[in-house]
């Protein structure tokens, strides 16, 4: 728990840091940044910046970065389930805008696991293991966006697509588990200019499953200024053929979770948040119990230049 502790202290004082070097950033004039959101009520012109995160959440933001721009998305989570600590650290995303509706993405998940249990029990899991996860390279291609357009056109859905594949960093990730990937279509409708509705659905699969699991989330999304903003959420994913290791049959593993959080911009390329959530239903049958599980984490999202 104290090694805990540390990470939690390390992670803060970072982001402590970044907070306060944004504050006194002024790498480009004040005229150039703005906190707007670009919506069908606000047309971007070439010389704006704008931040646009994909965290915090699990839904993914359908918005693409201006070409030129790169941009860091890091963050920490806690997740606590049958006497097991699973920490992320960290998640890290490096964004780059290729083109005005392609972007580039780059993103590495490490997964630190804490076990609880006896002193005197030499049976049991090592106290801390240290899981890399494989390194995801991908893109996100805008598809649709009516952003600009008539005010009747709102319920047409900005729409973009987010394709991933991960390759192995370790020599078991190699052996085990070659290539992974996803594929999502992201949704969002911005009903007004502080109100959106986001949805996404796509699949996701290791190469030795013979069938892809299935992701879906619905989020609303909340800003009543430039600076703040709140969102709640549940987001979902279908295994369907996972096995019962008591009895060997196939079965369609469900995790229904939903959660709740807050972002803050500090400056204008800089985006601080927090969230909290559990899960609300998962089917895992190893015990007689239920396996729910609660999590809380948080980020920042600094926009590093335009090029």
């Not at 002193?119 to 991908?138: A, F, N, R």
């Not at 601080?272 to 920042?300: C, K, M, R, W």
Request: aromatic share 10%; with cysteine; net charge negative.
């Amino acid at each position: 728990m104290q090694r805990i502790l540390n990470h939690m202290r390390i992670r803060i004082l970072v982001i402590g840091l970044l907070w306060a070097i944004s504050l006194q950033a002024n790498v480009l004039p004040d005229s150039l940044w703005t906190f707007k959101h670009i919506n069908e009520h606000h047309q971007s012109s070439e010389n704006e910046i704008w931040l646009s995160a994909d965290r915090p959440g699990a839904g993914t933001g359908s918005e693409v970065l201006n070409r030129g721009v790169i941009q860091w998305e890091t963050g920490f989570e806690c997740l606590h389930t049958m006497g097991t600590h699973v920490l992320t650290m960290p998640t890290t995303l490096f964004r780059f805008g290729l083109h005005k509706r392609v972007e580039l993405r780059l993103e590495y998940t490490g997964a630190l696991m804490v076990f609880d249990h006896p002193d005197d029990d030499p049976q049991s899991p090592d106290e801390h293991l240290y899981t890399p996860m494989p390194l995801e390279i991908g893109t996100k291609i805008l598809l649709c966006d009516h952003r600009g357009g008539s005010l009747n056109k709102a319920w047409i859905p900005r729409t973009a697509l987010l394709c991933n594949i991960g390759l192995p960093i370790t020599t078991l990730q190699a052996r085990d588990l070659p290539i992974s990937g996803s594929v999502d279509l992201l949704f969002e409708n911005e009903i007004t200019e502080w109100l959106s509705l986001g949805y996404d659905v796509g699949v996701q699969w290791n190469e030795w499953a013979p069938t892809p699991d299935i992701f879906a989330s619905l989020g609303i999304n909340f800003e009543p200024t430039d600076h703040l903003g709140l969102f709640v959420e549940s987001f979902n994913l279908f295994d369907p053929d996972a096995i019962n290791l008591m009895t060997g049959n196939t079965y369609t593993h469900s995790h229904i979770n939903l959660d709740f959080g807050i972002t803050y911009a500090v400056h204008p390329r800089v985006q601080l948040d927090a969230y909290a959530g559990f899960n609300i239903y998962n089917s895992e049958p190893l015990t007689s119990h239920p396996q729910n599980y609660a999590f809380f984490g948080f980020g920042v999202t600094w926009l590093i230049c335009k090029l």
